[in-house]
């Protein structure tokens, strides 16, 4: 895990996430705190993890979602050897951890 990250306010906003009780105050808060194109850009990484995980190319992931080949390539790096946490949502959004 990358220490860099784990800092006081770091944790406050993951406390404050942990509170939100469904998507629809999840929309509320993520539209305060974020820009649009933040938003934009997490959930087209999100897409890009699921697209690599089921083992599309680089070239259909770019052509569907936008993503640029370096954004594939980071988000693939993270798949292979990040910390497990796009695995662990999948695995909890997919129990059965069948590839979609």
Known sequence: ???????NAVDHLFDAILCLEDKEECYRFFEDLCT???LQSLSQR???ASMLR???TYLEIAEKTGAST?????VNRSLNYGNDGYEMI???T???GRQE
């Open 54 to 56: 089921n083992r599309k």
């Open 1 to 7: 895990m990358n220490n860099k990250i784990r800092t």
């Open 94 to 96: 997919n129990p059965q």
């Open 70 to 74: 370096a954004t594939i390539s980071r």
């Open 36 to 38: 649009v194109n933040e």
């Open 90 to 92: 999948f695995q909890r």
């Open 46 to 48: 999100f897409e890009v």
